[in-house]
Structure formats: C-alpha cells, structure tokens
C-alpha cells in the first residue's frame, strides 16, 4: 500500500459514514483510517476517507466548504427532520411559483445561524444529540453560526409538493434544517427527501469511487497529501530551512516568502517534492501548524 492520502468515496444510500469506513479496513488493511463530514445513512454521494498519511492533514480539510443537490418534501415534519423519521405534523401546501422560490433562495443565501437538530452528532454534557432523542429526551442547543454561500430552488418536475435544490455551504451547515426553514417560510411544513453530496473542499462527486467499484479495485486509488491541500498555496524552501522547521526551529519561518491577502494555509515544499509541513497566515507572518514529513530531520541535516 502506498504511505496514504485521501480516499474519495461515492458513498451509497443505506451505510453510515462508520460503515464506509470499516468496509474499506476490512478490505485493505491500512494502518489508519477516518472519515471527513459525516453524511447520514439517508445521504449518499462524496465521503472523503483520511488513509495513513492522509490522517495528518484532517484538519486542514475538515472546515472546507461543501456542495449539495437534493429535494425538500413538503406538507410533512418528522423528528428527524428527513423523511426517514416519525411524522410529527401535516399541512397544506400552496402552489409553488419559481419566482417566488427565487427570491427566497436569495433571502437565505449570507451568514445566519441554526440550532443543531435533536438526530445529530453533537455532543451536550459529553453524549451525542441522537441518542438523547432516541430516549425521548430533548434538551435547549444553542444556535450555531453558518452560512450559505449560493441556494437554487426550483418545482420538482411533476410532483407539486416537492422542491429541488442545490446549495453551496459552510462547515456545521444542517441542510435538513435548510429544508425546514424553507417549508416555514413558504407557510407549510417540510422535510429533506433526498440528499446527495456533490462537493467537499476542492473535491468534486466526479472524482469520487462508487463504494462497490471501490471494493473491488486491486489497490486505494488515493489522492496525494499534497495533491489533497490543493488550493492551498505551496512555498518551497531550501535544505536548511527545511531541516530546520522540521526541528521546531520556528523562527525559521521568518525566512519564508509572508502569506498574501487572501492566504489562509500554505504547504511547505522541501526539496525533491515532498510535503514537509502546513503553515497558517499569523499577521504578516505564518504559524506552524504541523510538520508532516517523519523524515525530515534525517533528510535534509547538513
């Protein structure tokens, strides 16, 4: 196996994201495995996989922004909030004007804030949300910052209870209380009827492995560590500098070309390629966030 990177799942409806996972350490046996944004058992699309090295770089790419297309069903309300859950209320529907959803989509497009849904993974008082729900309990969770980037609503063709829609959005973003707030707002009820994840960061769906192919190919056809921070930009530094940021030395730093205006991550680039750390834009200069190059020490002492 190669040392690791990052392994980009088409994921299929009916397994958790945990399920992905230990499919593909059954089946390859790497030392170290993880997944990125969780998608529920309903979801399907791109579940990216941190393999062995890549496990480094997790949090660097965990804050991306992501991408998403499915369809809102209206005149419904479930516990979950999707259209897997228990119904907890019905109501009417008016008939659906495109431009009408336009200007709506327009409204809930900028920064705002959401309250985490019961069924979640977040954790209040050291347990996780769904499994206080599952007991019947609900508990006060305080609203969140998020942001919407771009939203498109449409009719869904044939079917005049139905929404389609794609949104560009931030880290901690619910789409299935998108989907409830857009019912709210249109004066009726809702819940997420389909969702399919389309892009993560700079990964795209088309990149992606179907989970089935996946499983059957002879190798992990993984995306580079370096290849996996894209578009973060890359500095190359000399032997020296290299040795000495690898020994902590941070005020070699210094030496190093100062982040830009619109840098917020930079890849060091030691000689012959290889990864040797990630730096993030601290005032007119960088902090070092973490060395990834194990052999770096070794590599580039005088």
Partial sequence: MSEGGILLVDKPEGPTSADVVR??????RPN???HLGTLDPMATGLLPLCVDAGTKIAQFLA???KAYSGRIRLGRS??????????TGESTVAPLVPGELDALARRLVGPGHQRPPMYSAVKQGGRELYKLAREGIEVEREPRPIEIFALTLSPSPGDPTAIDFSVHCSKGTYVRVLAEEVAARLGTLGCLDSLRRTGFGSFSIGEAWPLDRLLEAPELPLVSPRAALRPTREIEV???T????????????????PPGAGDRLGAL??????????????????ALRRVLDPEATRLYRS
Avoid: S
């Avoid at 479930?78 to 119904?87: L, P, Q, S």
């Avoid at 390629?273 to 007119?284: F, H, I, K, N, Q």
């Fill in 238 to 240: 000399d032997r020296a």
């Fill in 269 to 286: 680039i030691a000689p012959g390629g290889r990864l040797l750390a990630v730096v993030e834009a601290d005032g007119p200069g960088w």
């Fill in 242 to 257: 290299a040795f000495a940021i690898a020994a902590g030395q941070k005020g070699a730093l210094g030496g190093i070309e």
């Fill in 32 to 34: 170290a495995i993880g």
């Fill in 78 to 87: 479930t516990d979950t909030a999707d259209r897997t859950g228990r119904t």
């Fill in 23 to 28: 499919a593909v350490k059954r089946r390859f």
């Fill in 63 to 65: 804050a991306e922004r």
